[in-house]
């Protein structure tokens, strides 16, 4: 029975985060994404950008009768909750238009529903069992893990993005810094023949 709950326990912890995805935003585009949803279901959005230009976007939700809920201008990450007021269609946008030529990457994760009972037999009316309230324990724990282990993912491969983009930039000053050795050590050879052709040809001159 403990097996049992257990694997109830670990396929509810994926049933519950919903969706997450990371998608390339490029520039001067937009793209939005739509979730049809019941009326008093309560949604939650968290984005962050892991790379590109300033790390930051437009973002705005919009519920189906187009009224704005969220409207945020440059944004390098936040996160929003809303329950919704009506049912259909709502909208979340994130906005690259305003960078003229650095595209971005976006992680979006989008949560939307009350947490069901790890098992049918919790209810609100009857007390935990010992087995009960180790199962809520263990399901907070890795809520918590989940949610840790994702937060290091996103800054792991935001921290990498960085560093390949300073990797690139000290090859390229560090091939511009050998050429310009090169260029400055063959004019100094130059130089110096220069000085010795004159030499030679003055003393032709005075003999």
């Not at 990371?22 to 968290?46: A, G, H, R, S």
């Not at 437009?58 to 187009?66: E, L, M």
């Not at 087995?131 to 800054?155: F, G, M």
């Not at 090169?182 to 100094?188: K, L, M, P, R, S």
Request: net charge negative.
């Amino acid at each position: 029975m403990l097996y049992l709950g257990l694997s109830c326990l670990l396929l509810h912890v994926f049933v519950v985060f919903g969706t997450e995805l990371t998608f390339e935003l490029p520039d001067n585009d937009k793209q939005c994404f739509y979730e049809e949803l019941e009326k008093d279901v309560k949604f939650d959005i968290d984005f962050q950008v892991i790379s590109g230009g300033n790390y930051d976007v437009d973002c705005f939700v919009t519920d189906p009768q187009n009224n704005v809920l969220y409207n945020e201008k440059k944004k390098q990450y936040d996160s929003f909750s809303h329950t919704t007021a009506m049912k259909g269609v709502y909208k979340v946008c994130f906005s690259n238009e305003f960078s003229t030529f650095t595209h971005k990457i976006v992680y979006l994760e989008f949560r939307h529903g009350d947490e069901e009972p790890l098992l049918p037999s919790m209810t609100g009316t009857t007390a935990l069992t010992q087995l009960e309230s180790t199962c809520v324990s263990i399901h907070e724990i890795l809520k918590v893990v989940a949610e840790s282990q994702t937060w290091y993912r996103l800054r792991e491969a935001q921290d990498r993005t960085k560093a390949e983009h300073l990797l690139e930039r000290v090859t390229y000053w560090s091939v511009g810094e050998t050429v310009l050795l090169f260029v400055i050590g063959i004019g100094q050879v130059m130089l110096l023949r220069s000085f010795f052709s004159d030499k030679k040809g003055s003393v032709a001159a005075m003999t």
